[in-house]
Every structure is written in structure tokens, then in C-alpha cells.
């Protein structure tokens, strides 16, 4: 059995006329310490697949299941609870808290969890020890991005979901936080699903899945990942 396993999810929004099929039958599995890049252009149904892994939106039909528990079968309580204790996201947009300090912020992840991580640990791991009492506004794009990734890895989660976390920063930037995720996989061996449409991207990860029309069109594992540096855009 794979660590996650999605078979035959399918969602639509709307009714009638109105009704737009988004996700058309997906089929995916992922092994536990996979950095995994969902690639696909706007519209293709990537941030749609990620929410339904995350229990942020539900499935029409199919099921995921991650390391042998089905989401779907979970009630509200205990999905709220899963999502809390194995889960973690990142969002192109940071979503910190204006009046908490960087520590204070990341500090909110790690009351959510029964196994958090060190907070003074992550803060030097992401370079933002010595930017731990500023606040929010006080910090670069490239910052606070760092402070929302540690917000969501002190948690020490199973899996951590990305969606386009570098789709508001610069291209130095962007490598910046990359290089982040690419560390945080090999040192906590934690699975990532990164949402891309970055194609160049694809080169970084383990396993890349590509969707199109809200289909799998591709699916493979690179026998040798590229490192972050190397990767041109």
C-alpha cells in the first residue's frame, strides 16, 4: 500500500448548464518522503486535486487515503483534528497573523501539533532567527514566506501542500524558498506536493504528475532529481 493513494476522484462546481467538471477521474499514488510537483497550467485542476488532499474541499466521487485512512470517512471532528496534527500548507499568499511577531507566528503551528519541532531550530534553519521579533510587515515578500513555510513545518507534518508558494516572489526569491523545500524533504523526510505551473520546476522533484482538462496526462519519477541551484527559468 502506497503512503497516499487517490482513485477515481472526481469534482464539479455548479448545476445545470452552469456545471463545470473540474477534476475528471484522478488516480494517483504517492510514497511517503516523495517531493512530488502537481504541474499543470490555470484551470487545469491542480489547486482543485491539492484542496481534496488537504480536506479543504471534498471529492464528488472517489477517495483519498492517506497512510490507510480514507478522508471521507472521517467526520468533521476527526478531519479537523487530522488536518491539524499531519497536515501542513503553504499558499502563494502568506496568510500571517499582522500583530504576531515571525516567532509568535510559527508558534501557532506548533500548538497544533503533539510532535512539534524546536522553535528555535526552525527559525535558524530558515534563516529568520535574527528576524524573530519583527513582524510581518517588517519583512521581505521572501521573509514572509519563510515564516509561513515554518509556520507550517514546525508542525512536523506528514505531508506538506504548496500551492504556487513562489508565485508572488522574484526569480532569486523564488529559488530562496525552493531551495527551503528542498531541504526541509531531505532533512524531515516529510512528503511534499508542490502545485506548480512552472514547468521548469518539474526537474526538482521525485515524482511529477501532470494534469491537463482535469486529467493525469503524465506521471513519472525522475531517477535524478536536479538541485534547486541548477534550475534555470
Known sequence: MSFMEISNVKKSYGEGEAKATVLKGIDLKVEKGEFCVLLGHSGSGKSTLLNIIGGIDDADDGYVM?????????????????????????????????????????EVG??????????????????????????????SGG??????????????PDILLCDEPTGALDYNTSKEILALL??????????????????????????VVKLRDGRIVADYHNEKPVPVAELEW
Open 66 to 106: 492517506i497512510d490507510g485512512e480514507k478522508t471521507a470517512d472521517m467526520n468533521e471532528r476527526r478531519l479537523t483534528k487530522y488536518r491539524r496534527s499531519h497536515l501542513g500548507y503553504v499558499f502563494q499568499m502568506y496568510n500571517l497573523i499582522p500583530n504576531l511577531t515571525v516567532r509568535e507566528n510559527i
Open 143 to 156: 521573509q514572509q514566506q519563510r515564516t509561513a513555510i515554518g509556520r507550517a513545518v514546525i508542525k512536523n
Open 182 to 207: 528542498e531541504k526541509i524533504n531531505h532533512e524531515y523526510h516529510n512528503t511534499i506536493i508542490m502545485v506548480t505551473h512552472n514547468d521548469a520546476l518539474k526537474a526538482m522533484a521525485d515524482r
Open 110 to 139: 506548533a500548538y497544533l501539533s503533539d510532535k512539534p519541532f524546536d522553535t528555535d531550530e526552525i527559525l535558524r534553519k530558515l534563516g529568520l532567527y535574527e528576524h524573530q521579533n519583527k513582524l510581518p510587515k517588517q519583512l
